[in-house]
């Protein structure tokens, strides 16, 4: 089965300063990757995806991740951060069966003035 | 327009009530879910739905009975519930149920059991 981590269950940065959230995953195929983005009490937003191809990948609100598949991560960054990146991040593995997304835990941001 | 909505946005029920929350996307998707989340943890699955059959069923409690009348709609029926379920409901959609594909999720709706 397959399962997700990301190991920061929160982390704080400067606005301006750079962001990376790591995310771990475990599939014994190729996974289709997610990173989602939640606001407080709020939907889940599509950030980005990997399905296959380039493995760095364009996202919108300037995120980008990596696909690095010797070391089953994909993390997410972003070169600046702004106050209204503060939220929940939420990585995500899908399977071709039954499209089930498996989530990690997620890591909350916390963006200091 | 990737919009799935969600009616109502807050639900306050007891537990010997009976109510339904609504799901609704005109993507053309042929896959819907839905998902509980509680606080400060992920979204868990509770119900697949492929064209308009229901596919997966998590173990969910019979008290959560889900409903797919037609290919746009997607309900949730809720009956005799108890205040642990009190959570974020999330419904979703994708456009083909076969392949792994992106979800698309709505607002939720955020449910309260006294």
């Known amino acids: 089965a397959q399962s997700v981590t990301q190991p920061d269950i929160h982390i704080t940065v400067s606005e301006g300063a750079s962001l990376e959230l790591r995310c771990n995953y475990s599939?014994?195929?190729?996974?289709?990757l997610f990173w989602y983005v939640q606001s407080p009490g709020q939907g889940l937003q599509l950030l980005l995806k990997?399905?296959?191809?380039?493995?760095l990948v364009q996202g919108i609100k300037g995120f980008e991740a990596e696909f690095k598949r010797s070391q089953s991560s994909f993390n997410l960054r972003k070169p600046s951060v702004h106050w209204s990146d503060a939220a929940e991040y939420f990585c995500?593995?899908?399977?071709?069966?039954?499209?089930?997304?498996?989530f990690g835990g997620g890591t909350r941001l916390m963006v200091k003035p | 327009d990737t919009e799935v909505t969600q009616t109502p946005k807050h639900l306050v029920m007891g537990m010997t009530n009976k109510k339904s929350l609504k799901c609704e996307q005109h993507?053309?998707?042929?896959?819907m879910y839905w998902y509980k989340q509680k606080a400060k943890k992920p979204p868990e699955l509770m119900f697949v739905?492929?064209?308009?059959?229901?596919?997966i069923n998590e173990s969910v409690p019979s008290r959560f009975s889900p409903e797919c009348p037609n290919s746009s709609l997607l309900n949730l029926h809720l009956h005799a519930l108890q205040p642990e379920d009190s959570a974020l409901y999330l419904c979703?959609?994708?456009?083909?149920?076969?392949?792994?594909?992106?979800?698309?999720f709505g607002p939720g709706t955020r449910l309260t059991v006294l």
């Open positions: 979703a959609s994708s456009q083909d149920p076969g392949s792994a594909d992106t979800q698309y």
């Open positions: 599939y014994g195929a190729t996974p289709y």
């Open positions: 990997y399905f296959s191809g380039d493995t």
């Open positions: 995500a593995v899908g399977v071709n069966a039954g499209n089930m997304l498996t």
């Open positions: 993507m053309g998707h042929r896959a």
């Open positions: 739905y492929s064209y308009e059959k229901l596919s």
